[in-house]
């Protein structure tokens, strides 16, 4: 079992910033892809962004590429997602997930409870 647990989310205006972490505990966390989703009201969750067990080859959701920037510690068990010039309709809660590299949440084992983003205009 891996337990997630998110931070970081709140109220920003639109062009500001926030920093999503993911703190992982159970089983070694550097054993699986990670990955964060988001879920806007009355729409399915969507991808957002992957990174690999050593950090690299990092994927982005064409809605985010340019702006969002995903990295992880594993010395740390930590995932973070860094979120720049954030505009309303990134508005969602954010989930954090473990498991193998992709853009389906269906290859997902483990996942967080989810931290809120809302962006105002």
């Known amino acids: 079992q891996v337990q997630l647990v998110e931070s970081g989310g709140g109220l920003v205006q639109a062009g500001g910033s926030l920093r999503l972490s993911c703190v992982a505990s159970?089983?070694?966390?550097?054993?699986?892809?990670m990955a964060w989703f988001r879920q806007a009201p009355g729409k399915e969750r969507e991808f957002v962004s992957t990174?690999?067990?050593?950090?690299?080859?990092?994927d982005y959701a064409d809605s985010v590429k340019g702006r969002f920037t995903i990295s992880r510690d594993n010395a740390q068990n930590t995932v973070y997602l860094q979120m720049n010039s954030l505009k309303p309709e990134d508005t969602a809660v954010y989930y954090c997930?473990?498991?193998?590299?992709?853009?389906?949440?269906?290859?997902?084992?483990?996942w967080g409870q989810g931290t809120q983003v809302t962006v105002s205009s």
């Open positions: 997930a473990a498991g193998g590299w992709s853009r389906n949440p269906r290859n997902y084992i483990y």
């Open positions: 159970g089983r070694t966390f550097s054993n699986y892809a």
């Open positions: 990174i690999v067990t050593g950090g690299s080859s990092p």
